[in-house]
């Protein structure tokens, strides 16, 4: 599944049903988030658009209410640049007035799910700079600092050393229209298909390093990485100095933290002991339905979160 059929369909999401243990916890989870709601958590974990709809309806402003008011302070919107501008706008201003912070949203001209920037053509990388301008636009109107990049497809009919380097001019020309604005383009090593240049998060360390801009870093998807390289904690220790940003959704079914084989509470425990200040994407599907799936997923948050 790629990142728009994943977006479209992540507020129906059901996954595998939990058996057992977990299926007890959702019996009491509505008494324990009530407990608990409006308290923040230790690490700033930011929902998307569609993860509570069941409680706080359709609109995505009131869905972002309703995040404020279980405790989270900031959101995460990767389809933001794609938004009419004024609706961009209304949720700026709701985000400035709550105090909460915009996560990523993607830089995405069309090119990202295909053969592009690795080609070294062109018309590939004109694109890409445009909606580079266009991405510093919107960020202004919510006050993002991140936004995602994918650098596409494999050329298979080129040497990996031609495409790397293709990949690298076409990010120092993103970094050249970021960096003045303070912003942070983050490069996220995907699993979807083996198709994508970036695979493993050594490369992206290595694109970054060619870069050299603080406006060209990582972003750490917990849920791909567990997949393509697993060695969780290693890998984000070895590439610490590049990392701006993560991401969460437990493996197998990417759903909430609890679901899988990612024991999160220590991996957050982790993050949070090397001084982690950033937002972490809440970038997965709610593995039961309605609202119990709802509360469940707030639920093991303060789960995951409870690692002081």
């Known amino acids: 599944m790629n990142r728009i059929e994943f977006l479209r369909n992540s507020a129906i999401a059901t996954g595998a049903l939990i058996a057992g243990s977990s299926v007890t916890a959702v019996a009491g989870s509505s008494e324990k988030v009530q407990m608990l709601t409006g308290k923040t958590f230790n690490l700033d974990y930011a929902p998307h658009q569609g993860m509570f709809a069941q409680h706080a309806g359709k609109s995505f402003l009131d869905q972002i209410q309703y995040m404020y008011d279980q405790g989270f302070r900031s959101i995460e919107d990767n389809g933001f640049l794609g938004r009419p501008l004024a609706e961009q706008t209304k949720i700026g201003d709701l985000l400035a007035k709550l105090g909460m912070r915009m996560g990523v949203f ?30 510093v636009e919107a960020a202004k109107r919510c006050n993002a600092k991140w936004v995602t990049v994918v650098p596409g497809f494999y050329e298979r009919k080129l040497p990996y050393g031609i495409q790397m380097a293709n990949v690298v001019d076409a990010m120092r020309a993103g970094a050249a229209i970021f960096e003045p604005h303070g912003l942070i383009m983050v490069l996220e090593t995907l699993s979807d298909t083996p198709e994508l240049f970036l695979q493993q998060t050594h490369e992206t360390f290595n694109v970054c390093k060619a870069v050299n801009s603080p406006s060209c870093k990582i972003l750490f998807d917990i849920y791909h990485m567990q997949r393509t390289e697993g060695n969780l904690m290693i890998n984000i220790d070895r590439c610490w100095e590049e990392i701006a940003y993560l991401q969460i959704g437990d493996n197998p079914g990417r759903n909430e933290p609890g679901t899988g084989e990612i024991n999160y509470k220590n991996l957050f425990k982790h993050l949070h002991q090397k001084g982690y200040k950033g937002v972490m994407g809440m970038e997965h599907g709610n593995s039961i339905k309605g609202k119990e799936g709802e509360l469940r997923v707030i639920q093991a948050y303060r789960e995951a979160d409870s690692f002081l």
Do not use: M, Q, Y
Not at 106 to 127: A, C, P, R
């Open 106 to 135: 993607v830089v995405d001209g069309g090119d990202n799910w295909k053969t592009s920037l690795t080609t070294g053509k062109k018309e590939f990388k004109d694109k890409f700079i445009e909606t580079c301008h266009r991405s």
